[in-house]
């Protein structure tokens, strides 16, 4: 049995971080990354954006090329997916039935994306988003299609419309709730994205609850909605959030909260050796305003989280607290976030949603929690030391878009 002082078990965004920080800061043990996916690392994000429209090939993609794992002696095996852990032997199974020991074990395995349950959800020409082989799938059938119903109105969904109107597709998005991103952003947001998508040619339907995917000789023809709506469909693509992928650990009886891999400020889960890091790790984190655990789906959290992981592996524990942030291109918008907008008590706008640019902040107690900037990189940039400080503010000030957030932070 082939055995390493480190195994990380996902070789996606939190996985490689490790991995190449384990290296910069000395680690000279064995190190294995283990990953499902028949590919090297990759960038996530591009996936529903520049790999989608085709602007950006897969090998621009690559976190590190080939020769980078190879020279800093970080083993990947691929295409190999671990299926189970016993915690007391430190082994791990593959599917193929092999082991591998383990001194100390990384999980950081992302998720998969939740799946449609209703009638029809396994017809041909029904798309998720989560790997390039998804994206792969999808571009291979577009040549042959008008009409998308896209499934969800987060970000993922409406990046992937925004891509695909903008491939001269005809695209209706189904939101179940009353507005898109209800779940991440404040109602301007919302409501600037609902209309920024329907002038250019998005049909966004709300309160829609899919009840059928319609087939024809077993490929996606429609979807038909609670109400009785039938939206016809060439192909339909899911973006509906994802499950952590945690079953191997939580058979061996980690602790998992909210879905995901229970860990503390250092990244350890509750059995001794195992640690968690990226999209499956559920934490408490310092800048949200609600207690309980969450679990954050960003390459922020992932590198951060590798970065606490690494630290405390080569013996310099270092607490997680990195502030939150996050983006989303759709268009010619560009969102940035910073902190976690969950539990606000107060929300001010920073100037006009019509023209295009401008903020919406969110306030708990006074304090700044969290800033959403569409194309207005200065207040994402000058409002992160407001966020991280948790500035008490003047909301008239805030609102007024002439005023610099860097001088309020001053002021306070
Ligand atoms: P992943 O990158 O998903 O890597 C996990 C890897 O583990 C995967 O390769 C998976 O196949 C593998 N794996 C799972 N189970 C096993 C197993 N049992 N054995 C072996 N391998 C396994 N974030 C942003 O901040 N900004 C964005 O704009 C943005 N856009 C996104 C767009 C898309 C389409 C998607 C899917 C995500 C986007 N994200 C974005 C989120 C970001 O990509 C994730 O937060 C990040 O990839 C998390 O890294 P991770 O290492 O935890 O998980």
Redesign the pocket.
Known sequence: MQAYDVVI?????????AASLLRQRGFTGSVAM????PEL?Y???????EYLSEEKPFERLLLRPEEFWRTHNIEVLRS????AVDTETHQLQTEGGERLGYGSLIW??????RRLACAGHDLAGIHY???RAD?DAMRTELASVDTVVVIGGG??GL??AAVLSTRGKQVTVLEAQDRVLARVAGEPLSRFYESAHRARGVDIQLNSQVEQILGDAGRVSGVKLADGRVLPAQMVVVGIG?LP?V??LAEAGVDIQTGGVMVDEFCRSSVADVFA?????AHHNGFCANTGPIR???????NDQARTVADFLTGNPQPYNALP?????QYDLKLQTVGLSAGHDQMVLRGDPTSGSFSVVYLKDGCVQALDSVNLVRDFVQGKALVKNRVVVDPVALADASVPLKSLAVLA
């Open positions: 078990v996902g070789a996606g965004h939190a996985g490689a971080q283990v990953g499902e996916e690392p960038d996530r994000p591009p996936l529903s954006k190999t997916r671990i299926v950081a395995t992302g998720g998969a994306p988003v989560r790997t994206v970000y993922i990046e992937a994802i992928a079953a191997p890091i990226g999209d499956c790790a954050l789906e960003s390459v922020q959290n992932a942030w996050f983006w989303s291109d």
